[in-house]
């Protein structure tokens, strides 16, 4: 048996690293994206994907306070026939467990959890075959992207929320010696003790499409400030969850911890968990990925708690001109085609002129550039092997839904049409729907359609789509836009666009980068000044309001 002490020695070289890389905020990865075997070993994948099988059609094996009976409630979007089952949560038992692990967690101090954080990811980051697996086959995801996603990229995150939470923790010093000079006397000598004291147990609601990415840096942030955390997995994507809760639970058992201070809540859609949850007396965080739905009625009932929600809304690319025509197409054309848009960083509404745009091409009325993304689209896409591994499969009738209702409502530029994928047959892979709208047209451009929806907006002028970009955004929402021109005086006015309405920018992607990914311990995903989010992944705010400092004091010099 070790303890946490020990851990955070072990680990305090990779730990002062990510504090350091989330404050200079330049390239930084802990843990390697690419799936080679010249990376993690010629065993590593075989060995991963056996471990994942080995969990199929059987009860999952992890401990929860608690549980009456068991639930079953995954599908694959792949087709794969998944079959686990996992207990079923008492909510009151979890919040009793969670509370009763407190003290001694607290006991552990700020350094001590970030070692034990470490350790859980580095033993994640060795099951990321399997969890690439896990992903892959509750989310749609391909097979690459999740282990990129879901694995490395979702690793990298939480031990972002780990450093910044580490860094908080150290800006107030554990121990100090305090003295007031008197006139004629000595000193008047204290000494001050400084502990974080976590806020209180914590809750983690998974969503279906992203449930490691979007849960890591809550659970870590709330692991490393002090508090215990109950995970709620949505019923669609558990077992990437699941596997979480698992290593954490050893982990800490391990090092003399009570595994209690994280847990798994598996429930039957309809059990209604996350909101019993999340309102709950001693339930003082909740970290939400989902609908705006659901994160809407968080913000406004778990009144009790901090809430951190990221929800969905209006990503909007506004089109002005462009020096690399060809290089804006590739680049779009890819961002509205991975994992078949069912990102929350998706550009779903495109603004262009009703002019044109001028390009290197020479210019381009809406019309043509409908039809030239639709001509790189059709590039892309065009290869079903090669689609399937961008597109990944649908996640759920929901988007699905969405994607038919879009289709039969609105003129398309490209339509959306069905790819077969000989490795699953039974896969359901659909390429993005454009569809062409006006400016009027703001009933539709102002809901969200989450999946492979995009509209081509005609609108005035640039000054107009930089107007419609601020309202939207500023109404309802957005967590990523994008400019391409080749204005300074655009630029600018993006730029100043961008931040009245509280969105991230990027401007004149036409390379590698891509408007809907974000890179850990460099970018800020969500800013909490829009409808979209409440926080930013990963910032101070988003872990300084998950624990209290609390002071002691005593005469005398420290011993």
Sequence with gaps: MTNPAELYRTHRELLDRAVQAAAERDFWSAF??????????????????????????????????????????????????????????????????????????????????????????????????????????????????????????????????????????????????????????????LTKTATMVGRGVAVVIGCTTFPTWNSYPGLFASLVTGNPVIVKPHPGAVLPLALTVKICREVLAEAGQNPDVVTLAAEEPGDGIAATLATHPDVRIVDFTGSSEFGDWLEANARQAVVYTEKAGLNTVILDSTADYRGLLRNLAFSLSLYSGQMCTTPQNLLIPRDGITTDAGRRTPDEFGADLAAALGKLLGDPARAAGTLGAIVNDGVLSRLGEASATHPALHPSAAVDDRQFPGATIRTPLVARLDAADEKVYTREWFGPVSFLVTTDSTEHSLQIFTETVRTHGALTALVHTTSPQVIEAAREAALDAGVHLSENLTGGVFVNQTAAFSDLHGTGANPAATAALTDEAFVTGRFFTLQSRRHGDPA
Excluded: C
């Design 32 to 189: 390697p994206e690419s799936p080679s075997k010249s990376v993690y070993g010629e065993q590593a994948a075989p060995a991963g994907e056996r471990a994942f099988t080995a969990l199929l059609g059987k009860p999952f094996p992890i401990e929860v306070p608690g549980a009456s009976g068991s639930v079953t409630t995954e599908r694959s979007p792949w087709g794969l026939e998944l079959g686990v089952s996992y207990p079923r949560a008492d909510p009151l038992a979890l919040i009793a467990a969670a509370r009763a692990a407190v003290p001694g967690w607290r006991a552990a101090g700020p350094e001590g959890r970030a070692g034990v954080a470490a350790e859980i990811l580095r033993r994640i980051n060795a099951a990321t075959f399997t969890m690439a697996h896990a992903v892959q086959h509750t989310t749609g995801q391909a097979f690459v992207m999740a282990f990129q996603a879901g694995g490395t990229h979702a690793q990298d995150r939480g031990l972002e929320a780990v450093a910044v939470a580490l860094a908080a923790a150290r800006r107030t010093p554990a121990v100090s010696a305090w003295a007031k000079p008197q006139r004629g006397a000595d000193p008047l000598s």
